[in-house]
């Protein structure tokens, strides 16, 4: 499992993608407000559930190209494959209520997308049961 958590971690790096950075006209300025250090936690989290399915009512559920039931790792990788170009930006946030948020933006010319993922944490893991989703194209 830490093996495919440190692939994950790798290809965020190494696909160019900026955590916590401002980026988007839009959304520059809740992006210059992040905290890579709370974007670091909350990612974390998620990438500690990188095996877990992610359940049929979750509105993360969904095919991203994988063999089987979706995992964690497989949302994260198909989200985190487009990632070559353009302005990318990862940030999140934990609240007091143990709640997290991952925002994975992407915006290369008329090529914009994302994906919050929300989530529960327990003993430093995302709940997978807890997982939703709000991605656009």
Not at 32 to 53: E, G, H, I, Y
Not at 92 to 109: F, L, N
């Amino acid at each position: 499992m830490k093996r495919g958590v440190r692939l994950l971690c790798a290809a965020a790096i190494g696909l160019g993608c900026t955590l916590a950075a401002p980026a988007f006209a839009a959304g520059a300025s809740a992006a210059a407000a992040a905290d890579p250090v709370a974007t670091q936690k909350a990612l974390s989290a998620l990438l500690a559930a990188a095996n877990d399915t992610i359940p049929r009512a979750s509105s993360c559920h969904g095919d991203f190209g994988q063999a089987g039931k979706a995992k964690v790792k497989d949302l994260l990788a198909m989200r985190m494959a487009y990632l070559y170009a353009g302005t990318n930006v990862i940030e999140g946030s934990c609240s007091k209520a143990a709640q997290c948020t991952v925002t994975i933006r992407h915006a290369a010319g008329e090529d914009v997308a994302s994906a919050a993922i929300s989530f529960a944490v327990g003993a430093g893991k995302a709940r997978a049961s807890s997982l939703q989703c709000v991605i656009t194209p």
